[in-house]
T-cell receptor, first 113, second 117 residues
Framework: AQSVTQPDIHITVSEGASLELRCNYS??????LFWYVQSPGQGLQLLLK??????LVQGIKGFEAEFKRSQSSFNLRKPSVHWSDAAEYFC???????????FGKGTMLLVSP | EAEVAQSPRYKITEKSQAVAFWCDPI?????LYWYRQILGQGPELLVQ????????DSQLPKDRFSAERLKGVDSTLKIQPAELGDSAMYLC???????????????FGAGSRLTVL
């Protein structure tokens, strides 16, 4: 069975500072990996995805993530955080030929002035 | 941009009452999902449809929950009777379907927030 661990429940970052949110997955084969963002009371919006190829993937809103097979990780990064980035971030894993996604418990990002 | 429509956005009900949620996926999307998200947790799959057929309902509490997608388009999720522990956000998502490009890319609706008193 596949699973996702997001070790940080909350992270606080100063506006303009860099950000890294951690994600570790467990899956026997090559995973499909995703990051979604959720604003309060809203649905989930896809930030970026990794299926294969280049292990550094670019997403919307200036986010990027790097797939590291040896560490079973898919960490999300942003060089300079804006106040509007405050939200909850979810990492998810899927598999080729099986479209259901398994989500982590999320990391709440707080942005301080 | 195409969206997944859900209604109602908010529902407050009393314990033991019946409640229903509706979802209209992106046009042409064969796969439809219902996820439940308890406050402070990640979404968990309740049921997955491929067209009108159930693909996975292993986590659906079938004694009180039911879901249908009769014509393979929109879907209804019903809870009867509602319990206090059912308070959560119910998220609907859709994707193009197995074998299609982007099959694994789920697009989510805004969700239906249920509060059971």
């Amino acid at each position: 069975a596949q699973s996702v661990t997001q070790p940080d429940i909350h992270i606080t970052v100063s506006e303009g500072a860099s950000l890294e949110l951690r994600c570790n997955y467990s899956y026997g084969a090559t995973p499909y990996l995703f990051w979604y963002v959720q604003s309060p009371g809203q649905g989930l919006q896809l930030l970026l995805k990794y299926f294969s190829g280049d292990t550094l993937v670019q997403g919307i809103k200036g986010f990027e993530a790097e797939f590291k097979r040896s560490q079973s990780s898919f960490n999300l990064r942003k060089p300079s955080v804006h106040w509007s980035d405050a939200a909850e971030y979810f990492c998810a894993v899927g598999a080729k030929g099986y479209s259901t996604l398994t989500f982590g418990k999320g990391t709440m990002l707080l942005v301080s002035p | 941009e195409a969206e997944v429509a859900q209604s109602p956005r908010y529902k407050i009900t009393e314990k033991s009452q019946a409640v229903a949620f509706w979802c209209d996926p992106i046009s042409g999307h064969a796969t439809l999902y219902w996820y439940r998200q308890i406050l402070g947790q990640g979404p968990e799959l309740l049921v997955q449809f491929q067209d009108e057929s159930v693909v996975d309902d292993s986590q659906l509490p079938k004694d009180r929950f039911s879901a249908e997608r009769l014509k393979g388009v929109d879907s209804t999720l019903k809870i009867q009777p509602a319990e206090l522990g059912d308070s959560a956000m119910y998220l609907c998502a859709s994707s193009p379907g197995t074998g299609y490009s982007g099959a694994n890319v789920l697009t989510f609706g805004a969700g239906s927030r249920l509060t059971v008193l």
